[in-house]
């Protein structure tokens, strides 16, 4: 981070957090020692929010307690759609039955589902990701949800605003081969997976995503960006 | 019921009911006047069971607590698969990360769903049903379920064994135009609607399925039957 700034490029963080606001977000990774600012930060929630405004939605949240202060301004009366996050502890049989049943009370039902993640993995093991409860209302109502965050197009184009920079001048760089790499690419962005984290060696035989190239580390990455200038 | 036994013709009552035991079924029937015995109920958990040690499967059990004794001559030590039912209250988020973290971490999961319902209405409200979670396990584990129950051909097959009868000797009474009557179809027997319950007139305009005949109640069908005899 500390080089990429150093240089004069810009950038913004992509994630598909959806347990906690940007804020926190931000805060736990200055703790960790992280130079970074909300506005260096594209999440779903906020572009949920901007697109709830630009469609006078009026939405039931079925989110992470943590997340819901970044819906605070939003008119939440009389809900005409469903928001979708990873609710975690609150994906109980009570709350699933109460977003079905208001999605299927309505003429025409949205959810919008902020990413559409399968599973995830905490320190006590692993767990059922927002992809396979959108999956679940999906097929209930007999509806296709609206996805907000990575790999939708839309969620790039809005990072790609917040840069000020066309498609063609930014590099991704991500450990998610269809999230991260296909996401980006679709979009008209270059980028690179790194060798960490999510990345499976299967992935270097994707049926349908190819990274312009591969490297073993963050670093490795900056080092290659930066040598391009 | 009544006619139709007094008539010499076999019935058998095909169920998806996965909240209870047979038994605890045919009692609330018997309650309600219709003499019916546990012999001539198919229901998926029994089929299950059936499927279960055929192949030499010991389950994990998500399913309602009144459903727990069909499985009880079951061996379900260190489980090989999941069988998934109506859980109603026991679909927690605890409960389901248990079992998709008992198929992710199969070599092969095996995922059996005693149904594929969307949803159902209970006196407060409508509810998700067993096909909705089957959904979001599937989608999780990158998998496709087996399907014990209505409209799969087996369960078909299993009453028919049960009644002694070819297919082309039995016709199907039902409610729902996918389940009862394009199950049933699909097996070779004949099927009639009944105008009742599940039936929506949009089921006349089915694109796929079209029963034999439509009647408008119970009544009716045992009319048409016995005019045949």
Redesign the interface.
Known sequence: LRRIKASGLKLQLCTNETQATRENFVRKLRAMGFDISVAEVTAPAPAACHLLRERGLRPHLLVHDGLIPEFAEIDKTNPNCVVLGDA??N???AN??EA??LL?GMEKPVLISLGKG??YKETD?????V???M????????IQAEVVGKPAKRFFESALAELGVPPEQAIMIGDDIVSDVGGAQQCGMRALQVRTGKYRPSDENHPEVKPDAYVNNLAEAVDIILQQL
Do not use: M, Q, S, V
């Open positions: 975690a502890e994906f109980t049989y699933l039955n079905f049943r299927i399968r599973y093991g692993l767990k059922l990701d992809g396979a409860y999956k679940a209302l999906e097929y209930a109502c007999d």
